[in-house]
């Protein structure tokens, strides 16, 4: 079975280029533009692999998308190119809207015309994955309540709302076309090789540089964790297993506050890597104003995948984290140039919009 996966050395996509080629019955063409969070580093364990390969190319190149489709006989596309950072959507969305919802059309365009083109049989067994967010359902109460697959959309953030419109655009395609798509949506995610910009690795490696530790508001937002190789696995099985037409939740079952977040990566610090004098890591914890739009509660209920595709996650929120702790403190190989040259830690999402038609074609792919 062939892949295509794109957005493969980004976070997420690299946790499923490595999990898929660890079957010597797939072969995976991994397809990244290479932004500011792609990181061929992060394919380090299989970039020698018999089963892989990369492409630098962008998801609204349809001629080289195609001619990829064509040359390595995907059987699955796997659409994971996306700007993700609702901090960076704030201060520019333009980038967002280029690349979350121009980026999936063209690819959609792209995988129509070349899946028209295939045989009866492979027609059938072809599939368009779509993978989003929770984050497209708005905001829940704190007192109850938890994402479905059926939740109406009510995205807050420039981010939420291109993946909430790139989820319609797939889901046309299928409606409009026929073309045989499963879609997914995700909470937040976190484990190794994740880009600094997001709050685990950034507490991590502020606290590790004696920075402060930044917390929105008063760290009451409530957020499920997903451990992302339970999720790379979850993709898996939405993609070779997935009903056509059919959208799948999947979700931790950890929900915590971020201020507990923050306080257990603190604690585990404390026990790895001791503060000199006895100083504890909470002493770090800064309070800042919180950003605009923030919803206060995502949680996923994720029975659906559970019940149809036999999926669970192995990880719980605690021995996740440890293993993301472990893993920061002993990969700085990986993180150190990313934090010297190309993100140091500075907040975002405070600018007002600023963007430039020039500046809406800089999207991720």
């Known amino acids: 079975m062939n892949f295509l996966v794109t957005g493969g050395a980004g976070f997420i996509g690299s946790a499923v280029c490595r999990h898929l080629c660890a079957n010597p019955a797939y072969r995976v063409t991994n397809l990244d533009k290479l932004t500011y969070a792609g990181n061929l580093a992060s394919l380090r364990p299989i970039e020698n692999a018999h089963n892989y390969r990369f492409e630098q190319a962008d998801i609204c190149d349809e001629r080289a998308v195609l001619d990829i489709l064509r040359r390595d006989d995907i059987d699955i596309v796997m659409n994971l190119a996306a700007e993700s ?3 960076r959507s704030i201060d520019g969305p333009g980038t967002f809207i280029e690349t979350n919802i121009v980026g999936t059309y063209r690819l959609l365009n792209t995988t129509l015309e070349y899946w028209r083109g295939l045989p009866e049989d492979r027609k059938t067994r072809f599939r368009f994955h779509h993978i989003s967010t929770d984050e497209v359902f708005g ?25 909430a419109a790139s ?20 909470s937040n995610n976190y484990g190794p090789y994740h880009f600094p910009e997001k709050l685990i690795p950034l507490v991590i490696l502020n606290a590790l540089d004696e920075k402060p530790l930044p ?9 499920d964790w997903l451990f992302v190789e339970d ?4 993709l898996e099985l939405v993609a070779t297993k997935g009903q056509a037409g059919e959208s799948y939740n999947v979700g931790g079952n950890s929900e915590r506050t971020n201020l507990s977040v923050v306080e257990t990566i603190c604690d585990l610090l404390d026990l790895r890597r001791p ?15 919180d950003r605009p739009g923030h919803d206060r509660r995502y949680a996923i209920d994720a029975s659906k995948i559970s019940r149809d595709l036999g999926w669970s996650p192995k990880e719980n929120f605690d021995s996740g984290l440890a293993r993301t702790v472990d893993w920061f403190l002993d990969n700085k190989w990986w ?5 010297e040259h ?9 600018s007002p919009v600023e963007d430039s038609p020039a500046e809406g074609r800089k999207g991720a792919a």
């Open 85 to 87: 950072h609702v901090d």
């Open 231 to 234: 999720h790379a696995r979850a």
């Open 167 to 186: 989820d319609h655009l797939v889901r046309a395609w299928h409606e409009t076309y026929g073309l045989p798509v499963v879609l997914s949506n995700c």
């Open 275 to 289: 503060r000199a004098g006895g100083k504890r890591y909470r002493d770090l914890i800064s309070f800042v104003t």
């Open 215 to 223: 917390v929105y508001g008063a760290g009451a937002n409530v957020r």
């Open 335 to 339: 993180w150190g140039p990313i934090r």
């Open 139 to 163: 905001d829940l109460p704190f007192d109850g309540g938890m994402f479905v697959e059926e939740t109406p959309y009510a995205p807050s953030s420039p981010y939420s709302a291109s993946k």
């Open 342 to 350: 190309r993100y140091a830690g500075e907040r975002l999402g405070q």
